[in-house]
Nanobody, 122 residues
Framework: QVQLVESGGGLVQPGDSLRLSCAAS????????IGWFRQAPGKEREGVSC????????YYADSVKGRFTISRDNSKNTVYLQMNNLKPEDTAVYYC???????????????WGEGTQVTVSS
């Protein structure tokens, strides 16, 4: 069956780094765009970053540009999100999701993982 499994979250201090992983199975990973989304307590889920399947083109929300880097390894069916210089406002549950035609919007994503908690606090 389709699975997206996030890992790599944790509790870190401001300025620290984390690398999230999203391991996919059960669908043709090479043909899907993959997005990272996050949801903070009391807030709506929002797009953070996404990566195309065909040309590797990437997208970042303004709030994370210059600090986060998305990448994918199709040989491992895995997408990564390198997060540097983390800030308290980055605290949220981070989800990965897949869609064959888009990855910037929460609505319409086909498959979702269950999320991994990232907490940035001193």
């Amino acid at each position: 069956q389709v699975q997206l499994v996030e890992s790599g979250g944790g509790l870190v201090q401001p300025g620290d780094s984390l690398r999230l992983s999203c391991a996919a199975s059960g669908f043709s990973f090479d043909y899907y765009k993959i997005g990272w989304f996050r949801q903070a307590p009391g807030k709506e889920r929002e797009g953070v970053s996404c990566i195309n399947n065909s040309d590797g083109e990437t997208y970042y929300a303004d709030s994370v540009k210059g600090r986060f880097t998305i990448s994918r390894d199709n040989s491992k069916n895995t997408v990564y999100l390198q997060m540097n210089n983390l800030k308290p406002e980055d605290t949220a549950v981070y989800y990965c999701a897949a869609n064959p035609t888009t990855c910037k919007s929460v609505a319409g994503m086909y498959y979702w993982g269950e999320g991994t908690q990232v907490t940035v606090s001193s």
